[in-house]
C-alpha cells in the first residue's frame, strides 16, 4: 500500500472512531450526543443477556401515563430498559447482518436534522433539502449511468421530472420501481385513460392479455413479493427462476420461464437483476439481462440495494457490468453507504420515467412546483438526504471505494480462514463481501465421499441443527455474531441446508476478530448439546 492510500486508511478509520475536537462547531453538537449515549452504546449495550420474553415484561403497559415525567427519569430508562438491550450493530465482531459501524459526524448531524424537522414532501417545508435531496439523486444518478454534465445541468431542478425518488428503503424502492414500470406499460392511450384511472381489468383489456409477470432469481428480497400484492399484479406471478452453481440467474431457466408466461398470455411487465442478493452477495449476468430485457420488450430493474456502492470501486466496478442499461436501478444508503436506517432510492435512468406515477393536491402539490412529493409512494418525510449528503461530501469517492475494496478483500480473507480450517466448510465464496459457511468436522468431511444419498439426507438435518444451535448460542453471548440462511447446495445434490452467513462491511472488524469467530463457534461446538447432534452423526456413519 503507498504512503497515500495508507494515510486515507488511517484518516477513514478515524471518521469511525475519533470525533472531531469539542470546541468545533460540529465537535460541540457531537460531545453533548457522543457523552451520553455514543459511549454507553460502547461500553453497556447488551451488558447482561436477557431473554426477549423478560424484555417484553418493560414494555407490557398499555395505558398511557397519566401524569407527565422529568426527561432525566426517561433517559435513565431508556439506558438500562432500552439501550443496554439493544444490539450492537456497530460491534466489529457483529458481523451477520447487512449493519455497520456509522462514521461518527452521523450523530451531530442526525440531531441538526430531527431539529429542523423539514418535510421532503413539499418544497414549502424544505426550500433547502428539495434542492439537496435532488442533488444526492443526481450524484447516485451519475455514479450508475455517468451521463455527461449538460444531461444533469437540464434534468436535477427541474421542476416537471426528478431522477429518482428517496424512500426510507430498498422496499419503498423496488415498489416504486415496479409501480412506474407498471404504469408506463398501461398509460392512456387512446380510448384508454390508463391504468391509474381505469384499474388493472381495464388495463390487461387494453394489453389483450391474461395478466402481468415480474421475472426473477430466486435470490430475490423478499420486498417483492409485498410490491407485487400491492400493485396488484399476483405472487403467483412473481416467477422465480432458477439459479446457477454461483447463485446467478440462470439464463436458459429465465427463457423456458417466459416461454411458459407466453403459452398462458401472460404479459412480463419487469425482469429484474439483482446486484449483491441478500443471502450470499452474488451478482445476476446484468449484461444479458439488459439483452434480453431488450429482447422480450418490458422494463429492466436492477436491485443493487447492498452491491450498487460497488461501483465506487475501480478495481471491481466490472462486477456490476450492465448495470448502466436497467431502466431503474435499486441502491440503499442506510447499507453500504454508511448512513443511519431510514434511507433509500431508486433512480430511473429516463428522467421522464416518474411522470408515470405523478399526483397533485391542490392544496400541497401543485403543477408546475419541484415538489419531490409528486413522485413518491411515501408523503411526509424526513430530510435523511442530509445525512447521504454528508457521505458524499466527507467520505467521498476514493473513500467509498478503500471502504468498498476493503470490505472485499476482507471477504476473501475470511473465505481463506474457513477453508484452512478443517472443521468448517464454505458453502459460497464471496463475490463481493457476503459469504456463506457451515460447521462439518473433518473427519466427517473425509467420510462424506464414501457416504450413500440415504446416509447423507439423515446427516445433512443434524448438521443444520448445529448450525442453528451454534447461532443461537453465539448471537445470546453477545461476543460475536453471525446470522443463518438456509440455501439449495450444489455440493449436496441441491439439498437445502443451513448454513452460517457473514457480511464484511464494517470497517472496523480485524483478522484477528474473523478468526475469533471461528473459534467461539468451535467452542460452542463442544458443549454437551451440541455434542450430542455430533455422536447420531457417528452412528450413521457407523
Not at 471518521?15 to 472531531?20: A, D, H, L, R, S
Not at 447487512?98 to 413539499?122: D, E, G, H
Not at 464414501?450 to 443444520?464: A, S, Y
Request: aromatic residues 8%.
Amino acid at each position: 500500500m503507498t504512503e497515500t492510500a495508507l494515510a486515507n486508511l488511517q484518516n477513514l478509520y478515524r471518521i469511525f472512531t475519533i470525533p472531531e475536537a469539542p470546541d468545533s462547531t460540529l465537535g460541540a453538537v457531537d460531545h453533548a450526543i457522543s457523552e451520553n449515549v455514543a459511549d454507553f452504546l460502547q461500553k453497556h449495550i447488551v451488558a447482561l443477556e436477557r431473554s426477549l420474553e423478560d424484555i417484553e415484561k418493560d414494555f407490557a403497559a398499555s395505558k398511557i401515563p397519566e401524569e407527565p415525567s422529568f426527561v432525566s427519569d426517561y433517559a435513565e430508562f431508556v439506558k438500562q430498559k432500552l439501550v443496554a438491550q439493544s444490539v450492537h450493530t456497530a460491534a466489529p465482531g457483529f458481523i451477520g447482518h447487512m449493519t455497520s459501524a456509522l462514521p461518527y459526524f452521523m450523530l451531530p448531524l442526525s440531531r441538526i436534522m430531527t431539529a429542523l424537522n423539514q418535510n421532503l414532501v413539499k418544497v414549502e417545508t424544505s426550500k433547502a433539502f428539495t434542492p439537496m435531496e435532488r442533488q444526492v439523486l443526481a450524484m447516485l444518478h451519475h455514479l450508475i449511468y455517468r451521463q455527461d454534465d449538460s444531461f444533469y445541468q437540464q434534468w436535477i431542478h427541474d421542476s416537471q421530472h426528478a431522477l429518482g425518488a428517496f424512500c426510507s428503503g430498498g422496499t419503498i424502492a423496488n415498489t416504486t420501481a415496479l409501480w412506474a414500470a407498471r404504469n408506463q406499460l398501461c398509460g392512456p392511450d387512446g380510448d384508454f385513460a390508463g391504468i391509474a384511472k381505469e384499474g388493472l381489468f381495464k388495463a390487461l383489456q387494453y394489453l389483450n392479455c391474461n395478466g402481468l409477470a415480474i421475472l426473477v432469481s430466486r435470490r430475490a428480497h423478499y420486498s417483492l413479493g409485498k410490491a407485487v400484492d400491492l400493485l396488484g399484479i399476483g405472487r403467483d406471478n412473481l416467477i422465480l427462476v432458477d439459479t446457477d452453481d454461483h447463485s446467478r440467474i440462470d439464463m436458459a431457466a429465465l427463457r423456458v420461464e417466459y416461454k411458459k408466461l407466453c403459452e398462458r398470455n401472460i404479459r412480463p411487465l419487469a425482469l429484474i437483476g439483482i446486484a449483491g442478493t441478500t443471502e450470499t452477495g452474488h451478482v445476476d449476468p446484468l449484461d444479458d439481462l439488459a439483452d434480453f430485457a431488450e429482447e422480450i420488450g418490458c422494463h429492466f430493474h436492477v436491485d443493487a440495494a447492498w452491491g450498487g456502492p460497488t461501483l465506487f470501486s475501480a478495481t471491481h466496478r466490472h462486477l456490476l457490468k450492465g448495470i448502466e442499461r436497467a431502466d431503474s436501478v435499486t441502491i440503499d444508503a442506510h447499507k453500504q453507504l454508511y448512513a443511519p436506517m431510514g434511507a433509500g432510492m431508486v433512480l430511473f435512468k429516463d428522467p421522464h420515467a416518474l411522470t408515470a406515477i405523478e399526483h397533485h393536491a391542490n392544496y400541497i402539490l401543485r403543477h408546475g412546483s419541484k415538489d419531490l412529493g409528486s413522485h413518491t409512494l411515501e408523503g411526509s418525510r424526513p430530510g435523511m438526504a442530509m445525512l447521504v449528503h454528508a457521505g458524499l461530501s466527507i467520505i467521498g469517492r476514493k473513500g467509498y471505494e478503500l471502504l468498498i475494496d476493503l470490505g472485499i478483500a476482507k471477504a476473501r480473507k475470511f473465505a481463506e480462514l474457513i477453508k484452512a480450517h478443517p472443521n468448517f466448510e464454505l458453502m459460497t465464496a464471496p463475490e463481493l463481501n457476503i459469504l456463506t459457511y457451515r460447521y462439518n468436522p473433518a473427519w466427517l468431511q473425509k467420510e462424506m465421499g464414501q457416504l450413500n444419498q440415504q446416509q447423507l439426507q439423515k446427516i445433512n438435518p443434524l448438521l443444520d441443527l448445529i448450525t442453528q444451535e451454534v447461532q443461537k448460542r453465539q448471537r445470546e453471548a453477545g461476543k460475536t455474531f453471525v446470522s443463518r440462511t438456509r440455501l439449495r447446495s450444489s455440493l449436496y445434490h441441491g439439498e437445502q441446508i443451513s448454513v452460517f452467513r457473514s457480511v464484511l462491511a464494517n470497517p472496523l472488524t480485524t483478522e484477528e476478530i474473523l478468526a475469533a469467530v471461528l473459534e467461539e463457534q468451535c467452542a460452542i461446538v463442544k458443549q454437551t448439546e451440541v455434542q450430542n447432534y455430533i455422536e447420531d452423526i457417528k452412528q450413521i456413519v457407523a
